[in-house]
Nanobody, 127 residues
């Protein structure tokens, strides 16, 4: 079991930036995918960005160029740099992690099912 704790959310004006962090602990597999999801009130969840243990990243098409996912050197910390924030980015942001096999890595982290998620951190962007 992996424990995930997000931080770094807050309230910003449109055009501003935030950097979210996710601290992972517990049984972290050698081969894994990690990612960020978000859910706005009354909306379904959306995959934001993903990264595997090799550093290969993928993003929701609508967010490319504004959001950047990265890992800490110890690989137990995940980051999401969010720039040029828009009011529609307002949501609860969740960190997720899952063990990945060769097969799931080949299909891409964005296509995995994630059973390990944190409690989330709120991001609010005002116009």
């Amino acid at each position: 079991q992996v424990q995930l704790v997000e931080s770094g959310g807050g309230s910003v004006q449109a055009g501003g930036s935030l950097r979210l962090s996710c601290q992972a602990s517990g049984n972290i597999a050698k081969s894994y995918c990690m990612g960020w999801f978000r859910q706005a009130p009354g909306m379904g969840g959306e995959g934001v960005a993903f990264i595997n243990r090799y550093g290969i990243t993928s993003y929701a098409d609508s967010l490319k160029g504004r959001f950047t996912i990265s890992q800490g050197s110890a690989r137990n910390t995940l980051y999401l740099q969010m720039n040029s924030l828009k009011p529609e980015d307002t949501a609860m942001y969740y960190c997720a992690a899952e063990t990945a096999t060769v097969a799931t890595l080949s299909r891409g982290c964005e296509n995995m099912r994630y059973d390990n998620r944190g409690q989330g951190t709120q991001v609010t962007v005002s116009s």
